[in-house]
């Protein structure tokens, strides 16, 4: 954690040339890519790891929900034993048996909701009793496979720059992102707690969001409904702003929507624009970015900003803040959009 803040709060993006495999033939050559990045399934351990030990859990009495990106090859790495991982199923399975976590996992593919969807069904087990714990991971490696998709649909950036809600913003870029976070229902001195959560769908269009945000819109409500919040009282949103022309333009309609008049003094910025797109782990890696910049005080920019185009308050420039709650947001392919609620 402390070095993706420390990293988010400097500003700079890190998005350099692909070194995992060739880009020749591809629009653009950049990502940002974990150095010395192993098989997903071992990053996933380490992390997992240090979340349990940091949280001091017993790891025979806790479910795992994981958010995965399938690597190709991977069910064929000798280290995961019997396990036939043939399936999302099968290498949560693996993965849970290997760090020690009990029963039976669940996996979850759905693109960029995967990781936050993962975390609203942890904490409404543990809302509802189900679970006293429940450790949530995710994560996400840039593969040519995922790099070749997105250059054909020519959603990656062609100037090599993240622009989210920028006049000038011409796409997304990849990143790699891995994380890990155990929720619990009691805990004396948790580092957060998620008071809110919302998912809708909106059914407009395979890959387009509602132009008029309606979808998210509806997330952002009912999760400020469950936390008991009025739009006035959030203090920063983390949005999902993955610099696409029709994602900005429909989540600043959400936001305007959900947050009504309020939405004029919110502060908003997506963090994309420094660590990439990291589709499967989206929302569990910027929550741990939202909840860093919390603890921390201090706002991550909204960096490639050109000149406006959604009207919000954008984070332009390094800003103190004394917010207790913040939103995070994340939205899929197909209509699906979640909204997490954070208090520190």
Same mark, same amino acid.
């Given at each position: 954690?402390?070095?993706?803040?420390?990293?988010?709060? =400097?500003?700079?993006?890190?998005?350099? %040339?692909?070194?995992?495999?060739?880009?020749?033939?591809?629009?653009? &050559?950049? =990502?940002?890519?974990?150095?010395?990045? &192993?098989?997903?399934?071992?990053?996933?351990?380490? +992390?997992?790891?240090?979340?349990?030990?940091?949280?001091?859990?017993?790891?025979?009495?806790?479910?795992?929900?994981?958010?995965?990106?399938?690597?190709?090859?991977?069910?064929?790495?000798?280290?995961?034993?019997?396990?036939?991982?043939?399936?999302?199923?099968?290498?949560?399975?693996?993965?849970?048996?290997?760090?020690?976590?009990?029963?039976?996992?669940?996996?979850?593919?759905?693109?960029?909701? @995967?990781?936050?969807?993962?975390?609203?069904?942890?904490?409404?087990?543990?809302?509802?009793?189900?679970?006293?714990?429940?450790?949530?991971?995710?994560?996400?490696? +840039?593969?040519?496979?995922?790099?070749?998709?997105?250059?054909?649909?020519?959603?990656?950036? #062609?100037?090599? +720059?993240?622009?989210?809600?920028?006049?000038?913003?011409?796409?997304?870029?990849?990143?790699?992102? +891995?994380?890990?976070?155990?929720?619990?229902?009691?805990?004396? @001195?948790?580092?957060?707690?998620? /008071?809110?959560?919302?998912?809708?769908?909106?059914?407009?269009?395979?890959?387009?969001?509602?132009?008029?945000?309606?979808?998210?819109?509806?997330?952002?409500?009912?999760?400020?409904?469950?936390?008991?919040?009025?739009?006035?009282?959030?203090?920063?949103?983390?949005?999902?702003?993955?610099?696409?022309?029709?994602?900005? #333009?429909?989540?600043?309609? #959400?936001?305007?929507?959900?947050?009504?008049?309020?939405? #004029?003094?919110? %502060?908003?910025?997506?963090?994309?624009?420094?660590?990439?797109?990291?589709?499967?782990?989206? &929302?569990?890696?910027?929550?741990? /970015?939202?909840?860093?910049?919390?603890?921390?005080?201090?706002?991550?920019?909204?960096?490639?900003?050109?000149?406006?185009?959604?009207?919000?308050?954008?984070?332009?420039?390094?800003?103190?803040?004394?917010?207790?709650?913040?939103?995070?947001?994340?939205?899929?392919? &197909?209509?699906?959009?979640?909204?997490?609620?954070?208090?520190?």
């Amino acid at each position: 954690m402390t070095a993706l803040a420390d990293g988010v709060f =400097a500003g700079v993006p890190a998005f350099a %040339p692909v070194t995992r495999f060739g880009v020749d033939k591809y629009r653009i &050559g950049v =990502a940002a890519q974990l150095p010395g990045a &192993g098989p997903l399934l071992d990053e996933l351990v380490a +992390v997992i790891d240090d979340a349990c030990a940091e949280a001091g859990v017993d790891r025979a009495g806790t479910p795992l929900l994981v958010g995965l990106h399938r690597e190709p090859g991977l069910a064929r790495l000798p280290r995961w034993g019997r396990q036939p991982a043939d399936s999302s199923a099968g290498l949560a399975a693996a993965l849970a048996e290997t760090c020690g976590l009990a029963g039976a996992p669940r996996a979850y593919t759905t693109a960029c909701v @995967s990781a936050s969807t993962a975390l609203i069904d942890a904490a409404a087990m543990l809302r509802t009793g189900r679970a006293d714990r429940v450790v949530v991971a995710a994560g996400s490696l +840039v593969t040519e496979d995922d790099f070749a998709m997105f250059d054909a649909g020519r959603a990656l950036a #062609a100037d090599g +720059v993240v622009r989210p809600f920028s006049a000038g913003r011409k796409g997304l870029l990849l990143g790699d992102g +891995v994380a890990a976070v155990v929720l619990e229902a009691d805990h004396e @001195s948790p580092l957060a707690t998620l /008071v809110g959560w919302g998912r809708a769908g909106d059914g407009y269009h395979v890959c387009q969001p509602h132009p008029d945000g309606t979808g998210m819109a509806r997330a952002i409500t009912t999760a400020l409904h469950r936390a008991g919040l009025a739009p006035a009282e959030v203090g920063y949103v983390n949005a999902h702003g993955t610099g696409t022309p029709h994602n900005d #333009a429909a989540e600043a309609a #959400a936001l305007h929507r959900a947050l009504g008049p309020d939405v #004029a003094r919110i %502060p908003v910025s997506s963090t994309k624009a420094l660590h990439g797109h990291v589709l499967e782990a989206s &929302g569990l890696l910027e929550l741990a /970015v939202t909840v860093a910049a919390l603890r921390a005080g201090r706002l991550p920019v909204n960096t490639g900003h050109l000149g406006p185009d959604c009207d919000l308050d954008l984070v332009l420039t390094p800003r103190a803040t004394d917010a207790r709650y913040a939103l995070s947001l994340n939205a899929a392919f &197909g209509g699906a959009n979640t909204a997490l609620v954070v208090r520190v």
